[in-house]
């Protein structure tokens, strides 16, 4: 069943051209809805809906955890045609977002690409990390989702073992996409040792070459002894059957919504695993675009991206005092902010 409290769902479609999109929108009360566009494909429409609504209160929270004047939504694109039509399916999509008139501002999210987004500015200038733009120079979005990754990884080394260095500690990552193949490379640097998966074998050939990673099959990783486990692929990794597999004393990575459920945060804690909730670890992205949209430089969205540090440390100490989960604290924090 979808939540009811979100503020809205648009079902867009233009029969002619095949384009067929959603945008939801979870909440605007700090700011207009900011998210990214997603392309997948989805086993049904419900289930499409039910993704868009998750990820768009994903982006509400992650805002607001993170200091930004925005609230959240998303946009899921159903449709999946040829170059030509793709150009057009975007244009398209740019045109129902120009009638919400800066409700919604959109950006690069799984499967789309900034040339995506150049499209979309073609016919709105509700959009983020177009070619030029700040996120968009070097991928620095996704540079520093994985940079706010690793700082929330050495907070969580920090809790758990009293030295926030992964100098020769094991950290098993699930998913080589643009993020999680740029954590591996700053966890490397700072002298982990690496077991990685994906379902794409010449990503995973890749890492074993470039960082000395140990390879492991997909279905395996979650079993994979280690003291940290990234997940960097898709959402809900972390359910029933997962969590009785789970082999480490840390689940921190850059995927959105890991927990199945609400009640698998409290789960973890009972397993004495410290788990880094998901919004609160991966907000570099949003943090790099609520940087560009106020002007700001790379350097600024680095400093913003540092307090990814703090935040997480906040949520550990808040958790421990109440006794609660990290997941329940973090969303009383959040709850909270938005209140005010």
Not at 61 to 89: C, D, F, M
Not at 260 to 278: M, S, V
């Amino acid at each position: 069943m979808w939540q009811q409290n979100y503020e809205g769902v648009f079902f867009l479609q233009d029969r002619a051209s095949g384009f067929k999109a959603i945008i939801a929108i979870d909440n605007t009360r700090l700011g207009p809805a900011l998210g990214g566009c997603r392309m997948w494909q989805y086993d049904s429409d419900e289930a499409a809906v039910t993704d868009a609504l998750r990820l768009a209160k994903g982006m509400t929270y992650k805002s607001a955890i993170s200091g930004l004047t925005y609230g959240g939504g998303k946009a899921v694109i159903l449709s999946h045609p040829g170059q030509g039509a793709r150009e057009q399916l975007f244009r398209t999509l740019g045109r129902y977002i120009d009638k919400l008139q800066g409700h919604y501002i959109t950006g690069m999210d799984l499967g789309t690409t900034v040339a995506d987004m150049d499209r979309i500015r073609e016919t709105t200038s509700y959009v983020t990390d177009v070619s030029g733009s700040l996120g968009a120079v070097n991928d620095l979005t996704a540079t520093m989702t994985a940079y706010g990754v690793f700082l929330g990884i050495r907070a969580s080394m920090k809790r758990v073992f009293g030295m926030e260095s992964t100098l020769g500690r094991t950290i098993a990552v699930q998913g080589l996409g643009k993020v999680g193949y740029r954590l591996c490379r700053y966890l490397r640097e700072d002298g982990a040792y690496l077991v990685v998966t994906d379902i794409d074998p010449e990503r995973v050939k890749q890492a074993a070459t470039d960082f000395g990673a140990t390879p492991c099959k997909p279905e395996a990783i979650l079993s994979v002894p280690c003291d940290v486990f990234a997940p960097c692929a898709l959402g809900g990794i972390l359910n029933d059957a997962a969590l009785k597999r789970l082999d480490c004393r840390i689940v921190a990575g850059a995927a959105n919504n890991q927990l199945a459920e609400a009640r698998h945060g409290e789960k973890l804690r009972e397993l004495g695993i410290l788990y880094a909730p998901d919004y609160v670890i991966n907000a570099g992205g949003i943090i790099v675009t609520g940087s560009e949209l106020g002007g700001g430089d790379a350097a600024e969205a680095k400093r913003n991206v540092e307090k990814i540090y703090g935040t997480l440390t906040n949520v550990y100490e808040t958790a421990a005092a109440t006794g609660t989960s990290t997941s329940a604290a973090a969303d009383r924090m959040t709850e909270d902010i938005l209140r005010k």
